[in-house]
């Protein structure tokens, strides 16, 4: 039992087997980050290197520690502080860390479709963690396994994913994640942030977040990415904090038991209050414990084998 | 479940039966009793699948004779194992289930057919990463022989001579739906 691919780039190219297969996986290094010697000697001798060109703290830690765990040897590059302000392109660097013989790179940019790119020009694996608007497939991962851990199956739960849709690589990729495990995903935003067409990805869209609440077992919240928006998306942050953020009224919709993510980092008082995120369906910080155990998961299945030539 | 039994294919030989495993084990919880003196800060650790079945066998045996249950847990030895990263295909990942902490405890590792010790090495270093166990025992239901390191049982249920060609099977009630232990000739 293996992946039998190279790379990590998307959720869309994985079947239900597979994405099963990284979950499974993953419940199983959970147990590692609870032990005293948080480390096995899996991948030793392996060279992980994470390319960051976007900031990030949770996803790069997350990667970072995960590599550790697993005792291969992780390196960061934060691009402000690399030959890219000099110049160099993507092609060119890739070519020069692969000339280092690492095994597998880890790589965030703001333009979709890098990774894929990037895999092209290098023999060892490619991850990605994230590209523009486009995928983000360990963190949909993360939020299927915690899914997963809290209510014991995903299969025939009804997700409600509310933000903004347009921008987020979060939204595409756990759409992919939950729909072909047999969950029924409604996405919800303002209009502005409803990209249309988004139902051909196999899910319900609507702008009436109350009508995506009613009877959901997972709401995720979407992050404002402020830093996105060159122009502005809605009046004031006051009204979509009214009409979109999620706060314990507007809960009530939901099943009893219905469960919250959000991918963080969380902007308080705007997509969610601040007694929803710490209240007790809140799983935003079993989110982060379970990110470093599928990403411990996904460098095995990845690395853990002898190459296919 | 359909199966065939009694040796209906001449490459298959039963070995042990269900009543014959079940006599070895009994035999096995007396002879761990017996050296350790009891079953005080006893641990018995099975290595998944069918070693922690077998562990938990040989706890609820050691219960009918002494009248204390052990703790029984699992040690997975997959992500310790030394050929990953040589072979093409990848064993899947178990469970692992320490049930209390190990330090200064008498483990008695239980797996079903020992063969090159190479697992054992493995759930071996996998333990002392969670501890520094008194000592640890290793009990086997078959040892078929070929060792390709320093190891040896400390409690085997049948020693059963084998070509290194040869298959050995353990089945069990709890995970094959019937007990059982038949070697394999060798196909070609």
Same mark, same amino acid.
Request: proline fraction near 5%.
């Given at each position: ?6 790379d990590?780039?998307?959720?869309? #190219? ?9 979950? /499974?996986?993953?419940?199983s !290094?959970? @147990?590692? %980050?609870? +032990? #005293?010697?948080k480390?096995v000697?899996?991948l030793?001798?392996? /060279?992980v290197?994470?390319? !960051?060109? @976007?900031? %990030?703290? +949770? ?7 995960a ?22 392109t ?7 860390l692969e000339?280092?013989r690492?095994?597998?790179i ?7 479709g890098?990774p ?19 995928e ?7 939020d ?7 209510k014991?199956r995903?299969?025939g ?13 979060v939204?595409?990729s756990?759409i992919?994640?939950f729909t ?12 502005t942030?409803?990209p249309?067409?988004?139902?051909a990805?196999g ?6 977040m109350e009508?995506?609440?009613?009877d959901?077992d ?8 402020l830093?996105r ?13 009214r009409l ?12 009893p ?10 902007n308080?008082?705007v997509?969610?209050?601040s007694?929803?995120?710490?209240g007790?369906y809140s799983?935003i ?9 599928v990403r ?6 990845l690395?853990?084998?002898?190459r296919?030539? | ?22 006599r070895a084990?009994?035999?096995?919880a007396h002879?761990?009793i017996?050296r ?13 699948t069918?070693?922690?079945h077998?562990?938990?066998r040989?706890q609820?045996?050691?219960e ?5 249950k ?14 990953l ?16 902490s190990?330090d ?10 020992l063969f ?13 990463d ?16 070929h ?5 040896k049982?400390?409690y085997?249920?049948?020693n059963?001579?084998?070509s290194?060609?040869?298959g050995?099977k353990v089945?069990l009630?709890e995970?094959d ?12």
């Open positions: 039992m293996r992946l039998k691919r190279k990590l780039l998307g959720i869309e #190219e994985l079947s239900a087997e597979e994405i099963t297969l990284i979950l /499974t996986t993953a419940e !290094f959970r @147990e590692v %980050s609870e +032990r #005293e010697i480390k000697p899996t030793r001798g392996r /060279t290197i994470n390319l !960051f060109y @976007e900031p %990030s703290t +949770r996803t790069r830690t997350s990667f970072e520690i590599a550790k765990r697993m005792s291969a040897d992780a390196v960061n590059i934060s691009v402000s502080a690399s030959s890219v302000v000099k110049g160099e993507l092609k060119d660097t890739a070519r020069n000339a280092m690492p095994d597998c880890v790589i965030r940019h703001a333009s979709a890098t894929h790119m990037l895999a092209g020009y290098v023999g060892c694996s490619v991850i990605n963690a994230g590209d523009g608007a486009h983000h497939p360990s963190q949909a991962l993360l299927m396994l915690t899914v997963k851990e809290k014991g995903i299969e739960l009804k997700v409600a994913i509310i933000g903004d849709i347009t921008h987020s690589r939204a595409r756990n992919y994640g072909r495990l047999g969950a029924s995903v409604t996405v919800a935003g303002p209009p942030m409803l249309p067409g988004i139902e990805l899910c319900k869209a609507t702008t009436n009508a995506a609440l009613k959901t997972v709401v995720m919240m979407l992050r404002i990415q830093e928006q060159k122009e502005s998306f809605f009046p004031t942050i006051r009204e979509y904090s979109y953020g999620l706060n314990e009224e507007k809960l009530r919709k939901a099943k038991d219905a469960v919250i993510l959000h991918p963080g980092p969380i308080r008082g997509e969610i209050s007694e929803v995120a710490d007790p799983l910080l079993d989110q982060v414990t379970n990110g470093v155990a411990m998961a996904v460098f095995y299945l690395l853990g084998a002898a296919e030539e | 479940m359909l199966r065939f039994r009694g040796g209906v294919s001449p490459m298959k030989k039963i070995m042990m039966d269900d009543k014959a495993i079940e084990l009994a035999r096995v002879e761990i017996e350790n003196k009891g079953t005080e800060q006893l641990v018995i650790l099975g290595i998944p069918r070693g922690y077998l562990a938990v040989l609820k045996k050691i009918e004779i002494e009248g204390v052990p703790p029984t847990g699992a040690v997975d030895a997959t992500l310790y194992r030394d050929d990263g040589i072979k093409k295909d990848q064993p899947p990942l178990k469970k692992m289930d320490i049930p209390i190990i200064g405890k008498t483990i008695i590792m239980v797996d079903d057919v090159t010790g190479r697992t054992t090495r493995a759930a071996m270093n996998a333990l002392m969670f501890g520094r166990p008194l000592s640890i025992q290793l009990a086997v239901l078959v040892d078929r022989g060792r390709e390191l320093p190891i049982a400390d085997v249920g049948k059963i001579p084998t290194r060609k040869e050995v089945h009630e995970t739906g019937v007990s059982e232990v038949v070697t394999e000739a060798a196909v070609d």
